[in-house]
């Protein structure tokens, strides 16, 4: 047995053995763990799954010891995905500081930043928040209006933001803003993080086509964030948002996930829900299905390829440009084919006649084209891999193509 599977066979039996049963089922909506200041348990396994997985060092998993990770390579953490998906182990906590900012952090902040940062977000006791979106910058983020003025040894920040997703119950922000108002709108950005405490910040909820509020606006009144949570060099956040937002487009990929509850197994509801086609409509809704089925294999068989070459050290910027738009268009096809699937069951909004599973559905239908648009919409991400993966040049002006 050579060393990786031998960590395999590890890492197998500690999950076996530390992942309560309760654990391993299909997560409601109501019952996400979010790591943070005020984390709540629905349940004593929940709590018991919590403290274990981040007593393991495991919810990051692939980060130095240094900083509170648990120092794996890529293909070991990948191993431990994997063991977990196996088990239909539920992620102990969702944390979107660790799936997206972390990782810059660990690239571009100081050694000081890291210390104060990383260790609490690796126990899972901050809850981040992402300030990017604004009314007036979208796709076209770097038209951002929020500005941060130095004052001394803070800055003062005066803007808002919206989209910001769970802005309402997160204990910090990472924010762009704008620093240098004289300058190309690209070259005056910088990458902030502030406590959503702060004196001046407030949220407004917005409601959501779903039923749900997850989405905020936050406003910010003369806020002060003192020098040295500025993140990378002044005027330089750029940069570091394009590195957060593709770790932010390789992130939205786990949200379906087997034990999410925004997973829905389409193969499962294909033999549950059509057996035997009985007509031509029937025949050609299975057929559907089944090439759904197959581009999920190949979208998964690219997550591989993308392990491994990070394991090599090579660049896989391409890829995760191009694994957010595939993802989030097949997630939307999948969808439509699962509400074809169920009929009417999969129609309800609320009240006894529906089973809360397929309430849950009828949701993340919904959500379906939210993250499309959510990370930079699919229309953006085409041009994006047009431009800067395929190489292409820019369209000539008045020639239609």
């Known amino acids: 047995m050579n060393e990786l599977e031998e960590f395999r066979a590890e890492t197998r039996a500690w999950l076996e053995a530390n992942c309560p049963a309760s654990m391993r089922t299909p997560m409601p909506s109501e019952e996400m763990v979010w790591g943070g200041r005020n984390v709540e348990f629905c349940s004593e396994d929940q709590k018991l799954w919590f403290e274990r997985m981040r007593d393991k060092s495991w919810f990051c998993p692939d980060w130095p010891v240094a900083y509170g990770g648990g120092g794996l390579d890529v293909r070991r953490s990948a191993i431990l995905d994997a ?23 660990l690239e571009y902040a100081s050694e000081e930043q890291k210390q104060r940062f990383l260790p609490p977000m690796a126990r899972g006791e901050i809850r ?50 704008r620093t240098g108002p004289m300058v190309p709108k690209q070259k005056g950005i910088s990458l902030i993080v502030l406590d959503m405490t702060s004196p001046g910040v407030s949220v ?24 040295s949570q500025l993140i ?63 581009d999920e294999q190949a979208f998964s068989l690219t997550n591989r390829r993308m392990i491994d070459s990070l394991s090599a050290r090579q660049d896989v910027s391409g890829l995760m440009a191009i694994s957010k738009l595939v993802h989030t268009e097949q997630e939307r096809e999948k969808f439509e084919i699962l ?31 939210a993250q499309t648009i959510a990370g930079g919409s699919s229309e953006v991400q085409l041009n994006v891999i047009a431009k800067r993966v395929l190489g292409l040049p820019d369209p000539v002006q008045g020639v239609r193509s």
């Open 83 to 105: 063991e977990m998906r196996r088990l239909h182990c539920r992620p102990p906590q969702i944390n979107l500081g660790i799936w997206m900012l972390g990782p810059v952090l």
């Open 128 to 177: 981040w928040c992402q300030g990017f979106s604004e009314p007036n910058a979208g796709s076209d983020l770097a038209s951002l209006r929020t500005t941060a003025v130095l004052d001394g040894d803070d800055y003062v920040i005066n803007g808002t933001k919206i989209w910001t997703s769970y802005g309402n119950k997160s204990d910090w922000m990472y924010a762009l803003v």
């Open 204 to 227: 407004s909820p917005i409601d959501l086509i779903s039923g749900k509020s997850s989405f905020c606006q936050v406003f910010f009144d003369n806020v002060r964030v003192p020098r």
């Open 232 to 294: 990378g060099e002044v005027n330089d956040g750029w940069k570091l948002g394009k590195a957060l937002l593709q770790h932010e487009r390789r992130a939205m990929s786990r949200f379906s996930e087997s034990a999410l509850p925004t997973h829905f197994d389409l193969d499962e509801y294909v033999k549950r829900c059509l057996p035997a086609p009985q007509d031509a409509d029937e025949v050609a809704l299975q057929q559907r299905a089944v090439a759904c089925l197959m």
């Open 339 to 369: 509400l074809q699937l169920l009929g009417n069951q999969s129609m309800g909004w609320s009240g006894d006649g529906f089973a809360s599973r397929d309430l849950d559905l009828t949701g993340a239908w919904l959500m379906s084209f």
